[in-house]
């Protein structure tokens, strides 16, 4: 009985952990294309790469410098959208009423921090007048620079606070003060007492940062290597985003993280003549993106050369899509998940494969930002920096056609030497693709009754809404927690609604749907709240 206790804990905890994974993801997406923005402007006000055109007090240089700026909104702005964000994913009802209290009850956080260090400033050993380290600007208001960890950390309280107090009743007399109201309230002075320990401790957690960067910088290829397949291992429990999140966004390696850092010194890098491993070395451990462009292709080769002849037509329509999404935005997940329950070994091998290949670009001078895929490759680091690091850049593509190569025969060769069932070997593997599901829609369905009715059919096969306990989404994939696993059905009821497989642990699961699972996850939503009805026909 005791086991089956322990067991049922470490559920609710990987659920709770998976959820968390999948809240971090909503803010985490606008840094793709703001990234990209601050990248291409950077260069067309750089002097040195587009001539004098660019100087400063022209035209150009105003034009582009505007929206340089516009660009940087998102990253200035990246703990007050990591509070929303979390909140927003992590509360159980009222999600933007949630949303809302954390940016209040943040930003309530921010000012009794600087309050309390102007006023009390030397109890806590911090002149925040001449402080030139570990002090930020958040929303114009001058605090502690905590970072995103800061920030998740006050959001986490606050989401805590919402699911505890937003629902409570009061005395009529007392009802203008339920809801957000409540928790604003209560969260009131928490903040203001978080804020009295976040400035007695939160040096001494700056310094432990500091100390662990200084490691992490100095770990060398040992140190990317466990970075990357660590990322890479553990993309099917969604426990990555644990992995990547800190280096990339947080304080890990570098202030501020390596995306930030890479855009905030991207001009002075890319005048620099000095190797791109000397410049920036905390950038080895933004190198697992190069697995996205160069590997997958490898994956998809050797999965289309170990297929039947008669089977390959319908291979290149499987692969096709998931490497070109791959290649172009970084997003693997509709490719993995298509080897990963057929032959889950081999999904561990391209973890080792992807961080020893990142290792070798590493060793032979490649750094940067480079956690996406080739729009992110190029537009913020070869096209900025390709001037005065092209070298760089050809050796990578010439190690990267090299990890094609090798990933190709390293994988048939495991395909055929165990015979894994991989898709187009048998006639028992079958795989859905978005298109394969599209066409079982009646000619003319509009997207959002193709969404509702995939999403009905995943919410039979979970046991009707009854059965529903919280239901999130990350990229790719509907994560949903459940009353009663045993309710839920096999696998074949999701795939037959075009899911490409099913993760289950204990009464948490992840429902492998594609990159149209923001759609599916809202009508997914609005069926268990009853706000759609269930189409005719699906029961």
Request: overall charge neutral; charged content about 15%; aromatic content about 16%.
């Amino acid at each position: 009985m005791k086991s089956t206790a322990k067991s049922g804990t470490h559920r609710i905890g990987m659920a709770q952990f998976q959820r968390f994974g999948g809240a971090m993801l909503t803010p985490v997406l606008f840094f793709m294309f703001s990234g990209i923005v601050v990248a291409i402007t950077s260069v067309l006000i750089n002097p040195s790469l587009v001539g004098s055109i660019a100087n400063e007090g022209t035209a150009w240089y105003g034009f582009w410098t505007t929206i340089n700026n516009g660009g940087w909104t998102v990253f200035n702005n990246m703990e007050i959208l990591f509070a929303i964000g979390l909140a927003y994913g992590l509360s159980d009802n009222a999600k933007g009423r949630a949303a809302l209290e954390a940016f209040v009850l943040y930003m309530t956080f921010n000012v009794f921090v600087n309050n309390l260090l102007t006023f009390f400033g030397p109890t806590f050993g911090i002149d925040l007048a001449t402080a030139e380290t570990g002090i930020k600007a958040i929303g114009g208001i001058t605090t502690l620079d905590t970072g995103f960890l800061g920030a998740i950390l006050v959001a986490a309280i606050i989401v805590w606070l919402h699911n505890r107090f937003f629902e409570k009743r009061l005395p009529d007399w007392l009802a203008i003060f339920q809801g957000s109201a409540l928790v604003a309230a209560v969260g009131f002075p928490v903040m203001f007492v978080l804020a009295g320990i976040f400035c007695f401790v939160w040096p001494t957690i700056q310094e432990a940062i500091n100390s662990l960067q200084y490691f992490l910088s100095n770990a060398g290829l040992l140190g990317v290597w466990i970075y990357t397949f660590l990322e890479k291992a553990l993309l099917p429990t969604g426990l990555h985003h644990f992995i990547y999140s800190p280096f990339q966004y947080g304080p890990a390696v570098v202030e501020g993280g390596i995306t930030y850092y890479w855009m905030e010194h991207l001009q002075e890098f890319a005048t620099s003549t000095a190797g791109l491993t000397t410049i920036f070395p905390e950038g080895g451990f933004q190198l697992q993106g190069l697995s996205n462009f160069f590997g997958i292709p490898g994956i998809a080769l050797a999965f289309y050369f170990t297929s039947r002849k008669e089977n390959r037509k319908k291979m290149l329509a499987l692969c096709v899509p998931g490497v070109i999404t791959a290649c172009f935005c970084g997003i693997t997940e509709p490719f993995d998940y298509t080897f990963l329950f057929v032959a889950p070994v081999l999904f561990f091998v391209h973890a080792f494969l992807a961080a020893t290949f990142a290792t070798i670009q590493y060793a032979f001078g490649l750094s940067g930002d480079m956690g996406g895929g080739l729009i992110d490759i190029f537009a913020k680091n070869i096209i900025p920096m390709w001037q005065n690091h092209w070298g760089s850049y050809v050796v990578m593509f010439i190690i990267g056609a090299i990890s094609i190569a090798v990933y190709f025969i390293v994988f048939r060769y495991l395909i055929l030497k165990f015979d894994f069932p991989t898709p187009g070997r048998g006639e028992d593997v079958e795989f859905h693709t978005k298109s394969d599901y599209r066409e079982k829609l009646a000619a003319g369905a509009e997207a959002d009754a193709a969404s509702l009715d995939e999403a009905a059919g995943y919410l039979v096969a979970f046991g009707g809404p009854e059965n529903i306990k919280s239901i999130t989404n990350c990229m790719t994939r509907l994560r949903v927690t459940v009353n009663d696993p045993a309710l839920v059905k096999d696998d074949k009821a999701f795939t037959e609604w075009g899911a490409k497989g099913v993760v289950r642990n204990g009464d948490a699961f992840q429902v492998i749907v594609g990159l149209s699972v923001p759609q599916i996850a809202e009508a997914f939503k609005k069926l268990v709240d009853g706000r759609a009805k269930m189409p005719a026909g699906i029961a």
